[in-house]
């Protein structure tokens, strides 16, 4: 079974979904997902798109993916990418398929000028700590991610 990534399109759309579940599942948060098909097939016809996303195929059925989007580092003065989602279907998995998702996502972001690619990874997810390390990534550790989201960000963002 030959290996194909390509670029997803609008068409997709329930096929990223169902990677996205699968991903929420292996994460221990089955219930976190609250994208729909449609959203991400609006997202993706978009004139500027929200993200990219690649699919890991064999024999035309989706296996994994790498869902990413543009950053920019005011440090480096060069853009950047954030993976945000990189997810290789249990059966599947240990046969490079991960491996070679983010490797394309690496050759776009060098074609594209950026100055860095960039992710987060559970502290509890061991396997994906070792693989990211094994690709010469550096944990950087001294950096705190922080997030608003729900009422959180809507207070901040209309102060009474």
Known sequence: MPLVLRTATADDATTIHALVVALAEYE???DAVANTPDNL?????????????????????AVGFALFFPTYSTWLGHPGLWLEDLFVCEPHRRRGIGRAL?????????????????????DWNTPARDFYRSLGATALDQWTTHRLTGDALRDLASPR
């Not at 097939?41 to 059925?61: I, K, N, S």
């Open 28 to 30: 221990r948060e089955p």
């Open 41 to 61: 097939r609006a997202q993706l016809a978009a004139p500027h798109p929200a993200f990219e996303c690649l699919l890991a195929e064999e024999d035309g059925v």
């Open 102 to 122: 983010i490797t394309r996502v690496a050759e776009l972001a060098a074609e594209r000028g950026c100055g860095r690619l960039e992710w987060a990874v559970l």
